[in-house]
């Protein structure tokens, strides 16, 4: 009723506060699209607060993304993904892998980490932050066969398989604990804990940015 209060006034700014929040998941989707349709068809500038990611990517031409108070990043929803201004901003977006490299070599808008004695190439947005972690999109990353000799490829150790129904979560690790998590499909088999295993890095998988936002090392519980 509120919602509809608001449109027969025709406004041309509209501030929904968390619209959604306490809905069931099916009826915030069917909102969520309702909301979609409503921005097109009223031409009206949507100005929507959330906490819930798929909202804010979903919904938005431009997002912004604040912690304690102040904007991390303004940007188009894709950015985030391909250049996120920190770790707070990549956590947000759903890029949980965040390392700690050993050393950086830098070459223009390209670098090179040794991560446990291994290098990854990775790919670096603006300066290159002072104080650094490594963000894995998990979208870009493709578990092999541990087939020795492949370019762009690691290996890692299996540590465990969560099965999740249309897909296994498996989590990897490096020689010195950290950890990168590859989602496969339901239909593979996913590797034994213990076994080692090599992970395709695709263009783009690896992003070296700032740490700001992380209360505690990368790779450990906050």
Same mark, same amino acid.
Not at 68 to 74: F, L, N, T, W
Not at 83 to 91: K, S
Not at 119 to 135: E, F, R, Y
Not at 164 to 178: E, K, M, N, P, Y
């Given at each position: 009723?509120?919602?509809?209060?608001?449109?027969?006034?025709?406004?041309?700014?509209?501030?929904?506060?968390?619209?959604?929040?306490?809905?069931?998941?099916?009826?915030?989707?069917?909102?969520?699209?309702?909301?979609?349709?409503?921005?097109?068809? /009223?031409?009206? =500038?949507?100005? $929507? @607060?959330?906490?819930?990611? *798929?909202?804010?990517?979903? !919904?938005?031409?431009?997002?912004?993304?604040?912690?304690?108070?102040?904007?991390?990043?303004?940007?188009?929803?894709?950015?985030?993904?391909?250049?996120?201004?920190?770790?707070?901003?990549?956590?947000?977006?759903?890029?949980?892998?965040?390392?700690?490299?050993?050393?950086?070599?830098?070459?223009?808008?390209?670098?090179?980490?040794?991560?446990?004695?291994?290098?990854?190439?990775?790919?670096?947005?603006? /300066?290159?932050? =002072?104080?650094? $972690? @490594?963000?894995?999109?998990? *979208?870009?990353?493709?578990? !092999?066969?541990?087939?020795?000799?492949?370019?762009?490829?690691?290996?890692?150790?299996?540590?465990?398989?969560?099965?999740?129904?249309?897909?296994?979560?498996?989590?990897?690790?490096?020689?010195?604990?950290?950890?990168?998590?590859?989602?496969?499909?339901?239909?593979?088999?996913?590797?034994?804990?213990?076994?080692?295993?090599?992970?395709?890095?695709?263009?783009?998988?690896?992003?070296?940015?700032?740490?700001?936002?992380?209360?505690?090392?990368?790779?450990?519980?906050?």
């Amino acid at each position: 009723m509120a919602l509809a209060r608001a449109l027969v006034m025709e406004p041309g700014i509209l501030l929904l506060d968390e619209p959604l929040t306490g809905l069931d998941e099916r009826l915030r989707q069917q909102m969520r699209d309702e909301f979609g349709r409503l921005h097109k068809r /009223t031409g009206a =500038t949507f100005i $929507l @607060v959330t906490h819930n990611q *798929d909202e804010a990517l979903s !919904l938005s031409d431009r997002m912004a993304v604040m912690h304690s108070g102040r904007i991390e990043q303004i940007d188009t929803p894709a950015r985030f993904f391909e250049a996120p201004a920190n770790a707070f901003v990549a956590r947000f977006v759903g890029i949980d892998t965040l390392l700690r490299p050993e050393s950086i070599s830098i070459s223009g808008n390209r670098a090179v980490v040794v991560i446990a004695g291994q290098q990854l190439a990775v790919t670096l947005a603006g /300066t290159a932050p =002072t104080d650094a $972690l @490594v963000a894995i999109r998990p *979208d870009r990353i493709e578990l !092999l066969a541990n087939v020795e000799g492949l370019a762009d490829t690691i290996e890692l150790k299996v540590v465990e398989s969560v099965y999740r129904g249309l897909s296994h979560d498996v989590t990897l690790a490096f020689a010195d604990g950290q950890r990168v998590v590859v989602t496969t499909s339901a239909d593979v088999t996913p590797p034994i804990p213990g076994e080692k295993v090599r992970v395709r890095l695709k263009p783009g998988a690896a992003l070296l940015i700032d740490r700001s936002g992380m209360s505690a090392l990368a790779g450990r519980d906050e």
